[in-house]
């Protein structure tokens, strides 16, 4: 006998827990962004304030002169607390605080405001606003910055003491030389968890302040901890099988998980409760599948990071995962084969591809 889930529709985000609100979870989501803004800003000094400041207030104030805008074409009176703005639920400030903390401390301010204004427009206003779409506007945001404006967005992070290699990335030295050691004398597995004197992104760094986030998240039941465990777990192991192939340490998977934006992305940015699935076993597959895609971008692929794009691809099948054919509330003994076997090829694929091109 085959389960038909009973299903109520509404417009995301899908909350289980009656007491628990959009603004609750959206407070929290700034409350656990709290220490790695503080530490952007000692890390990366004005720059950090300038840009966060930036990408906030150019998704806030696009999304407000929006709907100003549409009650203007429907004919309807002025008003300056309108009907339909989210910042009294704090969407529209978390996604620009999470926009600029993806951003490096070298971006132009322009560039900022250009892309955050479209990222909010076109993943979130051109879908019907909150609960619509199927973009993390974050994401698209940060995408058009790195498509549009790859020359300006740099990783010049002013930090005096990177021994010579200021300037470039853990990810950009890994990807030049991907199975070497040598980077580890620059930027040793204890810089890459705490993020001191480490370059990248502003909020991207401390592998240890977005894990307090994490666990704060986790204790105010304000995210759902499969996805990023999913997540991570997946990028660790197919590093793992990597360097048992390669013959490398742990090093390898740890510098993978701890570099980059996998541990903000997972966090702060796959959790979001409108872009992401629904029933248990499809957060599983979501996280598995944007550790995969991460990866395989950060080790075939021309960039060295993976993250915001493996988002943006996987947000666009999150209705697959959710379809209610094959969509189930509880693992099932059938499902969980079908996963394991998925989990086998994808490794395979990763040994293959690594065998091909040495």
């Keep these: 006998m085959s389960y038909t889930p009973t299903i109520v529709r509404k417009t995301s985000p899908y909350l289980r827990r009656p007491q628990a609100t959009v603004v609750r979870m959206m407070r929290d989501v700034v409350i656990a962004l709290l220490p790695v ?54 969407t529209a400030l978390v996604s620009g605080l999470i926009y600029g ?101 502003l909020g991207e760094v401390s592998a240890l302040l977005i894990l307090i986030g994490a666990i704060y998240l986790g204790v105010r039941t304000s995210f759902e901890v499969r996805i990023p465990i999913a997540y991570v777990l997946t990028v660790f192991v197919l590093a793992g099988v990597v360097a048992l192939q390669k013959g490398l340490g742990i090093w390898y998977p740890l510098t993978h998980v701890l570099s980059g934006g996998v541990m903000f992305g997972a966090v702060f940015m796959a959790t979001d409760p409108i872009t992401s699935p629904i029933s248990m076993p499809s957060r599983v597959y979501y996280g598995f599948a944007l550790g995969f895609v991460t990866f395989i971008i950060r080790l075939f692929g021309a960039l060295p990071e993976g993250v915001v794009f493996s988002i943006l691809i996987m947000n666009m099948f999150v209705p697959s995962f959710d379809y209610v054919k094959w969509s189930y509330p509880r693992f099932t003994k059938r499902g969980t084969l079908l996963f394991a076997g998925v989990i086998v090829v994808a490794i395979a694929i990763v040994m293959a591809g690594v065998h091909y091109v040495g």
């Excluded at 950090?48 to 104030?61: D, E, G, P």
């Excluded at 206003?125 to 945001?141: D, R, S, W």
């Excluded at 992070?157 to 470039?168: C, F, L, N, R, S």
């Design 37 to 90: 803004t503080a530490f952007a800003v000692y890390n990366f000094g004005i720059s950090a304030v300038y840009i966060l400041l930036a990408a906030i207030l150019s998704m806030v104030v696009t999304e407000y002169v929006y709907y100003q805008v549409i009650d203007l074409l429907n004919k309807e009176s002025f008003q300056w607390k309108n009907k339909s703005f989210t910042l009294y639920n704090y």
């Design 101 to 201: 903390l993806t951003l490096a401390d070298g971006t132009p301010i322009w560039v900022v405001v250009v892309s955050g204004s479209l990222g909010i427009l076109m993943a979130k206003h051109f879908f019907g606003g909150l609960g619509q779409n199927i973009f993390n506007p974050a994401a698209l945001a940060r995408v058009l910055v790195a498509i549009n404006f790859a020359t300006f967005a740099t990783y010049d992070a002013h930090v005096a003491d990177i021994d010579g290699v200021a300037g470039a990335t853990v990810l950009g030295v890994l990807n030049d030389s991907s199975f070497s050691t040598a980077m580890l004398a620059d930027f040793p597995l204890w810089r890459m968890f705490t993020g001191i004197g480490l370059p990248g992104s």
